[in-house]
């Protein structure tokens, strides 16, 4: 008999990713559409090129908080267009398969349990680092059945309004976003930097990967962004050492590349706000399935509930 595979797909706030995957958790046949345009259509054009008979199931995380039941996003502050949208529904309907969507931090927390950098532990917290700031809990081997929004708790009482709704989250201080917006602002105020010259002088352009790359070369407006958000990120470390106590905090998502400037800084912030014997137990380390993790984890938690994995 072939073997069955699980189209495993990850939404994230800027890629839609998507692959077959095996019971192993190998990744087979990996494909990325952009979901800033139309994610469903990008969703349905990825089911459609990977579908075949050996394709038993629909594994789908997508960042925001999800009715796991019903398969329908409830509120995705980066994606609005997908809120609402009975994913289970259509998709069980069209291509008459298992479909199991869920939160895109939770599958990558999942996942890196299932065959990642968390194998060992018993409990952690995964950190997905990117447009905004997602999060999974491990908690005695298992997924915890909690929102985990981390990345929505307040670090800033009187800060500004997130799209969620809320004040100071930590996300507008610590992700992708808020080392764009802090490099702009600093430059509409006239301060030098190398980063003048990206995208033809054209500096809303500017990306945090360019950031960190003019932070490597020296600049210290794109150095001082980078630390800034890491320390922020470094509040976030603290509390979810201080109220969880994890064995480890695993990070995945772009901004894990600039782990020698962003991540280091969060983890001196976090060294000074945390508990001692906390902080001291607690392993800040990279995924080590990458952006593969979300993918392979949605596929991985529909498997566990087929009994095949």
């Known amino acids: ?24 958790g190998e990744v087979v046949g990996k494909i990325k559409e952009t979901s800033k345009v139309n994610v469903n259509e990008s969703l349905q054009k990825a089911v459609e090129s990977l579908f075949s008979d050996n394709v038993a199931g629909i594994g789908i995380g997508v960042a925001g908080l999800v009715d796991k039941n019903e398969g329908v996003v409830l509120c995705s502050p980066n994606l609005h267009e997908i809120e609402g949208v009975k994913l289970k529904e259509s998709l069980n309907r069209q291509f008459r398969v298992s479909v199991l969507v869920e939160n895109d931090a939770n599958t990558a927390a999942f996942g890196e349990k299932w065959i990642g950098a968390g194998r060992e532990f018993d409990s952690f917290v995964l950190l997905t680092l990117g447009t905004g700031i997602g999060s999974g ?19 800033n009482a009187d800060g500004e309004k997130c799209p969620c709704g809320n004040y100071g989250c930590l996300e507008l201080y610590a992700a992708a976003n808020a080392i764009h917006a802090k490099a702009v602002a600093a430059l509409e105020h006239g301060n030098e930097s190398l980063l003048r010259e990206c995208c033809q002088e054209n500096i809303y352009k500017i990306t945090a990967e360019d950031v960190y790359k003019h932070a490597l070369e020296g600049d210290n407006l794109s150095r001082e962004a ?12 603290a509390n979810i050492i201080n109220i969880i106590s994890p064995e480890a905090i695993i990070l995945t998502g772009g901004l894990v590349g600039a782990w020698n400037i962003y991540v280091q800084e969060a983890i001196k912030e976090a060294s000074k706000r945390s508990f001692k014997a906390l902080f001291d137990k607690t392993q800040i380390i990279p995924s080590l399935l990458g952006d593969d993790a979300g993918m392979i984890g949605a596929a991985g938690l529909l498997f566990s509930a087929e009994g095949r994995s």
């Open 226 to 237: 980078l630390k800034e958000a890491g320390r922020y990120l470094g509040i976030g470390f």
């Open 1 to 24: 008999m072939s073997e069955k595979y699980i189209i495993g797909i990850d939404i994230g706030g800027t890629n839609l990713r998507a692959a077959l995957i095996s019971g192993r």
């Open 137 to 155: 809990i491990i908690y005695k081997g298992q997924l915890a059945g909690c929102a985990a929004e981390i990345g929505h708790m307040s670090i």
